[in-house]
Every structure is written in C-alpha cells, then in structure tokens.
C-alpha cells in the first residue's frame, strides 16, 4: 500500500543536489509532482542526472537562471545553500517558501521523530539514543545530518517505527510544518557565522526545532545555558530540562556521583565508559530520551558501560599496559582540542599537528595542565614547538601519525593518557580525518 504523501505543492524547484537533493528529487517525482532540478556542479553526463530526466524531471546545470522560479509553487534547497545567492533572493521576494529535505521526511513519516540539534554533541547523542532504544528492542532508524537522508528512511517507515534524526542549523533554517514528537536542544555556542551572520539568527535556526511542536510533545533541552532555557519557555512543548549543575526533578541530572532522571537513579557516573564534562551533558540528553520512551534502566546502563563514542570523537581505542589510547582524530581546531583535554585528569601525552591555516595556538596552554609530553607532526608542528617551550612542556617532532604512536608510547608510564586531538585539519598528509584516526588506531593496535 503507498504511503499518503502530504505534501500541498506540484511544482518544486529542487535546488542542489548532492545525496539530500537526489533523494528528495526521486520521491518527489515518484509521487507524480513536477520537479525542476538546478545544480552548478553536476553535468548531463552525470549517472544521476541522467536518470532524473528519465523519470520526468526537467534540468537546468551550470547556473541560477531567475525564470526558473516562474510557476514555481516551493523550493527545496540543498542545506550548505546561502540564502543571500540572488535566486533565493529573488524567490524570497516573491513569497516562494524554501525549505531542506526534512520538511518533505516529516510529511510522510507514520512514526515518531525524535530531532536532535545543537552547537557540538550532536552526533554522540544521536547514536546513544539510537542504541539505546535498539538494544530495548524497539524499531528505531538513524537519520539525517548523520548521514542517511531522511527522506530514504522515512518512507519505509510504519507507525510502530520511531527516528532518531540529527538535525543541522542549516537543516532547520528551511522548515515550515516539521514537528518532531521529541525535540533535543543540546548547546549553542558560535558557530557557522559565515553562513547565519549573528549568533541570533543562528540561534533562531536552533530553535526552530520546537517551533511548531505542541503540549504532546517534549523539549529535552539543556537548563545550563541560560540563553537556552529563556527560548525554552516560549514553547508549547512539554519541557524536560537537563543539568550538570543542579538538581532537575522534571528532567535528567547529576550530583557528581550518579545520573538521576527525575528522583530515580539510573547509573553511577564512575560505571560510564564515555569521559568528558561535554558528554555527561550528551548522556544526561540522551537518558531523557530513553526514560520518556520507556527504555529500561538495564538497557541503558549496558549502554553507558560499553559505548566508547563515536568514531574519531574522542574515542576510547584500547588499553595498552594500562596506558590508555584516545582517538579524537575530529578536533580540527583548537577548542575541539581544549575540549579533549578538559576531559582528563590523568597525566596526558598530547599527539597534535596537522594544516596550518594560519592559525596562532597560545589560547590552547591555560588547557594543557595535565600534559606530560607533546608529540607534534605536520604542517603546523613548529608552530606547537614554540607553545610546548611556552608552557614548558617536552616535546619530540616526528614526520607521521604512526611514529607519534611509537614515540607517546615510549614516554609514557602506567595510567597515562594517550590523546590524538591535532587542534588542525587533516589535509597537508591525509585525505580526511577519519584516515587520520584510522592510521593512529592501526598503529595503537600493532603496539
């Protein structure tokens, strides 16, 4: 039986295409609307674009022509999309809505979205509420921001079906009726001014979230960050506020000692495998999500005990000799490094380096207290020379990912930390930053 796709416009303008565009381009026309689709990138002879006109699209590459908006009832945009190009422009005179993909997903899924957004933690949080609910053996998908289309997922959902959806500020920006049953706001901090042009217009992306969410549904948000809570109040969501800092008895908390979800303790913090003060507010986030969906505290904990986060982000990789080995080969810029070292009060040997960006690296010594000994590499490692001899710390220069492997080991002693958190881009030696942790993580594994 086909799903009821309601969706009140026939001719869209699909506008980039990328995995988002393709998939709501395909859907579209699968569901008999007149689809236009603009790319600059993408040629005639691309196998994509090839099949789209098969199957009824009209194409239009190498540019934004303003008539393609003629007859043009919405557009649905490619998220990395800036607003300010003058064909949004031109259609934002003209009163055509714009919105992203996952307002077409919301039309057509039967079960409930559970949309997770926020400055940093997104992903983290997004896979523990994803295990969680699996591992209590409830239908559960992953979506969205993550990697998987939203669109591809939700149209194979049944009403019994939950999911689990991280959600970008971009992403958000372009909605009209999307209303996730549970809303998870998480931080926000500055970032993406390039694209929002005030904190304040990127904070209004995040908080379109729960915009058009009513008192059957949750906003699990964080009470720490005051800017946060204040936006909080304007919904008509039921609100479940989570804190680091004090008790939450409508919400997830901790006193230092043990999780709490309410007045129920659910686990005690030294049981948790995931370190770091940013993820106990992602753990605190995603326990509200388990405990509104009735997930038993067994699975929980199970979870918390054996989750050693998300590749890359600050990802516990083994223990050797009881040293223990860190992949947080996603710190491409300073605080992300900052961040890693917050979370540990072992004794750390720091493996850093990568593309130098121009980037100067004095704010990042407050943050290394606790390291023991600096292994440097890349483009940038004579730049952190000279921060390791300011905050008089040992340092040794070596050419590869793999050798700083050999050497942190070598310098280390029983109950040491051993962190790659580089503070740079992975692109003067590797293609992407998951072949950098990859590298480090074979390395840690031939010790």
């Known amino acids: ?40 990138q993408a040629t005639e002879n691309d196998v994509m674009i090839q099949e789209l006109t098969k ?15 003629n007859n043009v009832d919405i557009i649905v945009k490619n998220p990395g999309i800036p607003y300010h190009i003058p064909l949004l422009k031109e259609a934002m005179e003209r009163k055509i809505p714009i919105v992203t993909e996952i307002e077409i997903a919301s039309s057509i899924t039967e079960g409930a979205i559970i949309g ?47 999911m689990v959806l991280e959600l970008s500020s971009f992403q958000l920006l372009g909605i009209e009726s999307f209303r996730p049953h549970m809303a998870v706001l998480l931080n ?10 005030s904190i304040e217009h990127y904070e209004q992306a995040k908080f379109n979230i729960f915009k058009n969410q009513e008192q059957t549904d949750y906003l699990i948000y964080n009470a720490d960050q005051e800017r946060i809570a204040t936006a909080a109040k304007l919904s008509n969501a039921t609100l479940v506020p989570f804190s680091t800092k004090q008790k939450e008895v409508s919400g997830a908390w901790t006193d230092k000692e043990y999780i709490y979800f309410k007045n129920e303790k659910v686990i005690a913090i030294d049981e948790i495998v995931l370190v770091g003060e940013h993820n106990l507010e992602n753990i605190l986030a995603a326990v509200s999500v388990a405990k509104l969906n009735d997930v038993s505290n067994e699975s929980i904990q199970y979870l918390l005990k054996h989750f050693t986060g998300v590749e890359h982000r600050l990802q516990f990789v083994r223990k050797v000799n009881e040293r223990l080995f860190y992949n947080d080969s996603k710190a491409t ?42 292994i440097l590499f890349g483009q940038t490692k004579e730049k952190l020379k000279m921060i390791a001899e300011k905050a008089e710390k040992s340092f040794e220069l070596v050419e590869t990912v793999a050798e700083a492997v050999d050497q942190a080991y070598k310098h280390s002693a029983n109950g040491d930390v051993i962190l790659l958190s580089p503070a740079c881009a992975s692109w003067d030696q590797f293609k992407t930053f998951e072949d950098r942790g990859n590298m480090f993580i074979q390395a840690v594994h031939k010790l």
């Open 333 to 374: 810029n300073i605080l992300a490094t900052e961040v890693a070292l917050k979370a540990f009060n072992q004794p750390t040997i720091l493996l850093a380096g990568g593309l130098d960006r121009g980037t100067e690296f004095d704010e990042i010594i407050p943050f290394l207290k606790n390291v023991k000994h600096m």
């Open 55 to 69: 199957m009824g699209a009209k194409v239009v590459l190498g540019s934004h022509p303003l008539d393609i908006l």
């Open 1 to 40: 039986m086909k799903k009821q796709f309601d969706f009140p416009y026939e001719n869209i303008l699909v506008l980039g295409l990328a995995k988002s565009g393709t998939a709501a381009a395909k859907f579209l026309l699968e569901n008999g609307k007149n689809v236009c689709i603009n790319d600059l």
């Open 116 to 162: 997770i957004t926020g400055s940093n933690g997104k992903t983290t949080t997004s896979t523990l509420i994803y295990q969680m609910l699996k591992h209590d053996q409830q239908a559960v998908k992953i979506a969205g921001n993550i990697g998987v289309v939203a669109t591809e997922v939700a149209k194979d959902m049944t009403k019994d079906e939950k």
């Open 188 to 197: 926000i901090y500055e970032a993406h001014l390039d694209y929002h042009h």
